[in-house]
């Protein structure tokens, strides 16, 4: 089965390559760029297949059972913004032009003395190396130092000031995942593909895990009342576990002098800050698809609620009596969040 979709989105990909990539690159005069070109329309025909479940799929689920009421849509049409920068493949072409050639000159200097790179998938001939196994495999690896990642960005304070963009969405839905400030994002990225190239990730292992990982991610997003049960919510993230993580003043706080009475916000009120208690960086539920590092780490909560997300100075004034303002558009996002991480916002 594995090998029939294999053939069928090979099959696509040179078919939508020759018919439009490949003519343009030579109209330009930019022949020596076809492997690059191929590689491109790889990245654009997953993103175009992932548009399409997100549309078709998710959209009719958030109409049958959404957690609130959509009122800003403008904001929403902001986070549309950036699935499309990212699922059509535009900023990760970007990053194969920009980090492709400096890991290779990594990895071949790394060779040149001695050191070379794992490969999984050879660790058990006759089983890893089955195609879907080592999928498998990659998928769990992949998850683990994503985890790691997460929690990266909520301790981290120069980090998280970063971060805080995607948190800031006051109305999360199914296009929320991609709203990341894009010196996350190329921090991030040009980490899991050092991993990548670490384990001997095939390319198209690759395109396969980043599509898996990126689909499952809308639907976690994804403004939908559901949950997969006690048992199914400890073996894949839902957008219930992951939408306790977007909770204002919990998902992204902890009250260290109160671990385990943490006052937390009630649907329509907002948030409630522990009286005389500061909170500082940390949270829960940072798995990305498997909630098993959270369980095993000590960050994961299973509480069954839906409360409104985003960041705490965003409803609660400072000591000044002002709220953070973390910009409507793409670009005064960006542009605050650099702000945010030299201290100036």
Do not use: C
């Amino acid at each position: 089965m594995m090998e029939w979709w294999t053939n069928a989105f090979n099959g696509a990909q040179q078919w939508l390559f020759e018919s439009t990539l490949q003519p343009l690159l030579f109209a330009l005069g930019l022949g020596n760029l076809l492997e690059n070109g191929y590689a491109a329309t790889g990245w654009l025909l997953v993103g175009l297949l992932q548009l399409a479940v997100i549309v078709v799929v998710f959209g009719p689920l958030q109409r049958w059972r959404p957690v609130e009421t959509v009122t800003d849509r403008a904001t929403i049409r902001t986070d549309m913004l950036y699935t499309l920068l990212h699922r059509l493949g535009l900023f990760r072409v970007l990053l194969f032009f920009v980090l492709t050639p400096l890991s290779d000159m990594l990895f071949g200097a790394l060779r040149v003395v001695g050191i070379s790179t794992l490969q999984l998938d050879g660790l058990w001939p006759g089983v890893t190396d089955i195609p879907w196994v080592s999928l498998l495999l990659y998928l769990v690896v992949f998850d683990f130092v994503d985890y790691w990642l997460h929690r990266g960005q909520h301790h981290f304070d120069w980090w998280w000031r970063l971060h805080s963009l995607h948190h800031a969405q006051r109305q999360m839905t199914m296009w929320s995942d991609n709203r990341n400030h894009l010196l996350d994002d190329v921090l991030r990225d040009t980490l899991l593909v050092i991993v990548a190239q670490a384990i001997g990730v095939a390319p198209g292992q690759f395109i396969a895990i980043v599509a898996i990982t990126q689909l499952s991610e809308s639907f976690q997003h994804a403004n939908l009342r559901i949950w997969f049960g006690r048992w199914g919510e400890r073996l894949w993230i839902s957008p219930r576990f992951h939408r306790r993580h977007h909770t204002i003043g919990f998902g992204h706080e902890t009250f260290p002098a109160l671990p385990s009475s943490v006052q937390r916000a009630d649907m329509g009120q907002g948030p409630v800050q522990p009286s005389g208690r500061k909170a500082v960086l940390g949270g829960h539920n940072f798995g990305v698809l498997l909630p098993w590092w959270d369980m095993l780490f000590g960050t994961a909560d299973f509480e069954l609620r839906y409360d409104p997300t985003g960041v705490r100075d965003q409803v609660e004034p400072d000591q000044d009596g002002r709220l953070r303002d973390y910009g409507r558009g793409f670009w005064s996002q960006q542009w605050r969040g650099v702000l945010r991480l030299v201290g100036k916002a």
